[in-house]
């Protein structure tokens, strides 16, 4: 067996004289290195947009760890995880801010008070400037996307809806994407309008093109009532990419609306915020919780996500996106009855029990492995 | 509690070796990074489709005539594959060429149309069918430990497969016509060993390909639930941190500050980053490291598209692109980002279950070697992506006359970055080592119980076979068998 033996031997001769150095990492190596699922944040500045919506100034916190923020495509969201009464809690948010100011190391959220919202609240009432935050990376498809999309982009906000577009505006007026845009924006009064200086000052540019419909009054310089067809057919054009953002009501009229225009579907995107479901009865079940370290039972109620109830018993419960598409809080259904709302998963997850506890309710008593 | 084997991974070769050691009741321990099993054969959602990122037909399974070694450790891992042959159905186009040429059918119609191309080829091109069936039972003999006698193998055990081809009579015309699928090695001809080529072309004209009826995570879940009832443990959200080689243990350390001890540890992982970043590496290690060359890294579009295949003119299963359709011209190029060398797949050609009725699903993927990426940084990252991914579809709807952006439904772009983050391979590459002289898979294979390390082996397809899933799963097969033999714990 001269040949392999001597085979054997070329490869011993030249590895031989290679340096036995350290191996070094690649470029994509170090890039890759850099990449943190979580960023740690301070806030630089929080600035009043309308009496209930306020912009907080995000900076990388350096004496945690980030360096630099995460670079983004507008349209993306971070999600917001605050440490409440003892569990974790996320929010998703859309970055309002530019991708350009990301490089410059600060992101800009935007977040408008729900009554009685856990966490716009918080938000509100207690945190202050030079506090720190906890928030993932730059997450999520909703967007322009140039490959995918019609260059002329009818954009339909409602209300605190508008943060993508605002990106998405400025990421335009930046040249970091090439496209004409514009943003139907519904509010219900001119005082409920956010952004307003910057809308006016970027509706300076050729491409962009902020139009404002009042709800609830009527004023000069905006148009007057919920957005329908009128609104939106002088800025057709042969071919359009329909992007919306903001409550559900708006989508099932627009969709109406579109189905007129003739608007192929796979030109209309969503952002998905929030996932609604009403049970044909409340009732109220036992849900077991089995963790890597720990087997909690708890209360959990037929119309309360699997994800909320577990939140407000105070478990430490993975989560980011809170409308199933992300996967972080993918859980094993060992047993129990439950309904899903929202975005399906991979039919073989579905198979193997996988669920999205952050839209799954339950319709009987329920056992769930987390931490799988 | 110490395990028998911990495995790092739960790819395609730490499944495989998870199912063979728990058959021979060994008790096992996955930890995986991930929340989900698979490594880089797993299944994503988007919108009403649903993509496969790594398997869709399965080379080295055969069929009732030639059975491949696959279908064998399908067999003894209990799984049951359901799959068709498919026959060759590819086009390939090359910027030297008048015109794409097409492979359609068995390999005596391929070799019918170079016999057409070169009057007089068809008594070599049989001579080298008869070749590689030799060279291939003399490689399942050095698998075996066996001594190898065939005149064949020894002959060209140190030969690149250009040279190789030539030697027995391959028209210089005809080799780059009948080897464009080196691109799924990864190396020019006169890079690969003829060894490792034979091999690659026995099981694809004698095992031929299977396509499977099932997504990729499905057989993923098949083998991490035959795994479980055999009693093998699988911890998810694990990633590994830290290994430590004690006398009587191998200790691993996860990120969530856990420890697991075992007796050998097996990395479903490149070897480089492991000796990199978990653990130090010996001066030798080092040596054989930087001596070694890494693989291509990747850009992969997958595209659902809004009409069926039949209607968007998509007839071929497979497309290929080259600038040079000479495999050793052709590789200078592929060092920067704009050149022209491209695949594409079209699942629905061959299964149409594989997305909704009507809509289509196509997956572009180009290679780059050598620091393609070195300027892409966190500022222009998003809009070189965008723009590498609208350059190969430009490029395609160009070479084949077919138009794909107007049916864009949904697109997935995956980046070496994005790669490297799932995997943790190396610079992104998804070919692992470059097969390249002396760093052959033959090489590897002749020299592996030289190199091996007492206390870790490495499975997966940056081990001893190469790239592929074939490869992968018979890694974790082959690897552990050696061990089982050796193993007196």
């Not at chain 2, 037909?57 to 042959?85: C, P, T």
């Not at chain 2, 095992?207 to 009693?231: A, G, P, Q, S, T």
């Not at chain 2, 002396?438 to 020299?447: A, E, P, T």
Request: glycine share 6%; aromatic share 10%.
């Amino acid at each position: 067996m001269e040949n392999i033996t001597e085979l054997k031997k070329v490869r011993q001769d030249i590895i031989k004289d290679y340096s036995a150095k350290d191996i070094l990492d690649t470029h994509i190596d170090k890039e890759v290195s850099k990449m943190n699922d979580l960023q740690y944040v301070i806030v630089k500045d929080i600035i009043k947009e309308t009496d209930d919506t306020k912009s907080f100034i995000l900076e990388p916190d350096v004496s945690k760890g980030t360096r630099e923020l995460a670079p983004f495509k507008a349209g993306q969201y971070i999600s917001l995880k605050l440490f409440i009464d003892d569990a974790y809690v996320t929010r998703a948010y859309s970055l309002s801010s530019s991708p350009s100011e990301a490089l410059k190391n600060f992101y800009r959220i935007t977040i408008k008070k729900v009554p009685n919202g856990l966490v716009s609240n918080i938000m509100f009432k207690d945190i202050k400037v030079g506090d720190g935050l906890t928030i993932s990376k730059p997450m999520g498809e909703f967007g322009y996307n140039k490959i995918r999309d019609e260059e002329n982009v009818i954009a339909i906000a409602g209300g605190s809806g508008i943060t993508p577009f605002m990106s998405l505006a400025k990421a335009i007026k930046d040249k970091d994407e090439e496209c004409s845009l514009t943003v139907i924006y519904s509010v219900k009064k001119e005082k409920d309008i956010i952004f307003k200086d910057e809308i006016n000052e970027l509706n300076k540019n050729k491409n962009i093109n902020f139009v404002i419909t009042l709800t609830e009054e009527e004023k000069d310089n905006y148009l007057n009532g919920y957005i329908n067809e009128e609104m939106i057919e002088p800025y057709l054009k042969e071919f359009n990419t329909v992007l919306m953002c903001g409550p559900k009501g708006l989508y099932q009229t627009m969709n109406e609306i579109l189905l007129k225009f003739n608007i192929p579907k796979k030109n209309v995107h969503y952002e998905n915020f929030n996932v609604m479901y009403e049970p044909s009865e409340k009732n109220t079940y036992s849900l077991k919780v089995i963790m890597k370290d720990e087997v909690k039972t708890i209360k959990c109620k037929s119309d309360e996500s699997l994800l909320i109830s577990m939140e407000k018993a105070g478990i430490k419960a993975p989560s980011s996106c809170r409308v199933g598409i992300c996967g972080f809080c993918r859980s094993i259904l060992i047993q129990g009855k439950v309904k899903t709302i929202g975005a399906t998963q991979v039919k073989a997850l579905s198979e193997n029990d996988y669920i999205h506890p952050c839209v799954t309710y339950p319709e009987s008593d329920v056992v769930l492995k987390l931490d799988i | 509690m110490i395990y028998d084997y911990i495995i790092i991974g739960s790819g395609l070769g730490g499944l495989s070796a998870g199912l063979n050691l728990t058959l021979n009741s060994k008790k096992v321990l996955i930890l995986e990074k991930n929340s989900l099993p698979g490594g880089a054969t797993t299944t994503f959602k988007k919108g009403r489709f649903e993509f496969d990122t790594a398997l869709y037909d399965l080379y080295n399974y055969g069929n009732s005539e030639h059975i491949g070694e696959l279908q064998n450790i399908f067999n003894e891992y209990d799984l049951s594959i359901d799959g068709e042959v498919v026959p060759f159905n590819a086009l390939i186009n090359a910027l030297d060429l008048k015109k794409p040429y097409e492979i359609k059918g068995n390999i005596e119609d391929f070799f019918i149309y170079l016999e057409h191309l070169k009057p007089g080829s068809i008594t070599n091109l049989k001579k080298f069918l008869k070749v590689i069936k030799e060279i291939h039972d003399s490689i399942l003999e050095i698998e075996k430990g066996v001594k190898v006698k065939n005149e064949y193998f020894l002959k060209y055990l140190d030969t690149n497969a250009y040279d190789a081809l030539i030697d027995i009579g391959i028209s210089k015309e005809i080799i780059p016509y009948l080897s464009f699928l080196w691109i799924q090695l990864g190396s020019p001809l006169n890079k690969l060993s003829f060894i490792d080529y034979a091999e690659f072309m026995y099981k694809i004209i004698f095992k031929k390909r299977v396509v499977l009826n099932i997504k990729n995570m499905e057989l993923i879940f098949n083998m991490v639930n035959k795994y479980r009832d055999k009693h093998g443990k699988i911890i998810f959200n694990a990633e590994v941190v830290n290994i430590n080689k004690n006398k009587d243990y191998v200790l691993v350390e996860t990120k969530d500050q856990k420890e697991y001890k075992c007796k050998h540890l097996i990395c479903d992982l490149m070897p480089r980053y492991v000796y990199k970043d978990l653990l130090k590496a010996t001066p030798e290690i080092n040596k054989l490291e930087n001596a070694r060359t890494i693989g291509a890294n990747s850009l992969v579009v997958y595209l659902g598209l809004n009409k069926d295949c039949k209607t968007l003119g998509l007839k071929h299963y497979k497309y290929y692109n080259f600038n040079n359709l000479n495999s050793i011209i052709n590789i200078k190029s592929m060092n920067s980002f704009y050149h022209s060398t491209f695949e594409a797949i079209v699942p629905n050609v061959v299964n149409e279950d594989v997305s909704p009725k009507n809509t289509t699903i196509m997956v572009l993927k180009t290679d780059y070697y050598g620091d393609a990426w070195a300027k892409v940084n966190k500022s222009n990252y998003h809009k070189l992506k965008e723009d590498l991914a609208n350059n190969l579809i430009e490029q395609f709807e160009r070479y084949f006359n077919i138009e794909l952006k107007a049916y864009i439904e949904e697109i997935e772009i995956v980046t070496p970055f994005a790669f490297e983050k799932l995997t943790n391979n190396i610079n992104g590459s998804m070919y692992g080592y470059m097969r390249k002289g002396y760093d052959n898979s033959i090489n590897r294979l002749v020299s592996y119980e030289d190199e091996k390390d007492p206390n870790i082996s490495f499975v997966g397809g940056s081990s001893l076979f190469g790239n592929g899933a074939d490869n992968a799963i018979k890694s974790g097969y082959f690897i552990t068998n050696k061990l089982l033999n050796k193993d007196d714990f």
